[in-house]
């Protein structure tokens, strides 16, 4: 039987109570690895922390905000206290706050900044020097098929997405002399709980957008994070990967809010 492919290996999850997070870290568990679950809900921290530990996995929970860079930081040496090492961060943590640009607030804009944007910067910067002491780390950030193509009603978004982009290729060239791998993952539109909230029609429209004919599913973005975390990925430095069903942005496509 062949060794798991993420085995004894220290990963920090960030939004990991629902969704894509949690997938990646059920994901994570499956492959082998020792799960830190992170969200801002304890009640879905500690549900995903046992079903990691149902699958065997060794995991540990914590509610962090990740805007707010004590908690980060308190995380962070936690993690180093308990394993002595960090291997791989994903920072999944984020959120929508769609308006179009001459109806943004100030706050809205603000908010998604502050945690998809600021949030990736801090758990970032709180693992580097841990990294690059151990010679060897893996950070994957969660961009968007939006901060490739950008999306109608998304300013803020959009710009945090982008702006991931940009975390990624700088990190990349920085960290990776120093045997630290950086990439993000885009997806496209996901099959997510935010869905539940919109129209049959709407997500019907959505899927007809995908030359695949479908949305996506949690678990497809977590087997692309699973390999970037990987060594089979020891090469895959400052990559962008889409997932998202060869969906690209048309003129003519009306406005929707992927995942």
């Not at 640009?101 to 706050?107: A, D, I, S, V, Y």
């Not at 990776?176 to 429209?205: C, H, W, Y």
């Not at 087997?223 to 969906?247: C, I, R, W």
């Amino acid at each position: 039987m062949s060794t798991p492919r993420l085995s004894g290996k220290v990963s920090i999850i960030t939004g990991a109570g629902q969704g894509i997070g949690l997938a990646t870290a059920l994901k994570f568990a499956r492959e082998g690895a020792i799960v830190v679950v992170c969200d801002v809900r304890q009640a879905q921290v500690d549900a995903a922390v046992a079903q990691c530990q149902a699958l065997g996995a060794q995991a540990l929970g914590r509610v962090v905000d990740v805007t707010q860079r004590e908690m980060v930081d308190a995380l962070v040496q936690q993690v180093l206290d308990t394993h002595g090492r960090i291997d791989v961060l994903v920072n999944n943590a984020g959120i929508t706050q769609d308006a179009r640009l001459q109806k943004m607030t100030l706050e809205q804009f603000d908010r998604v900044i502050d945690v998809n944007l600021r949030g990736v910067f801090h758990c970032s910067q709180a693992v580097a020097d841990a990294m690059v002491a151990q010679g060897s780390g893996v950070i994957l950030n969660a961009s968007s098929v939006v901060g490739v193509y950008g999306n109608f009603g998304q300013t803020n978004y959009a710009a945090s997405k982008f702006g991931v982009i940009g975390f990624t290729k700088t990190w990349s060239r920085e960290l990776g002399p120093k045997g630290v791998r950086v990439n993000a993952v885009a997806p496209g539109f996901v099959q997510t709980p935010i869905l539940s909230t919109m129209p049959d029609k709407v997500i019907e429209g959505m899927a007809e957008r995908v030359p695949l004919k479908r949305l996506g599913q949690p678990e497809e973005i977590a087997n692309v994070y699973a390999f970037l975390a990987s060594d089979e990925a020891s090469y895959v430095n400052g990559a962008v990967l889409e997932v998202s069903g060869g969906m690209t942005k048309r003129p003519d496509s009306p406005p929707v809010t992927p995942t």
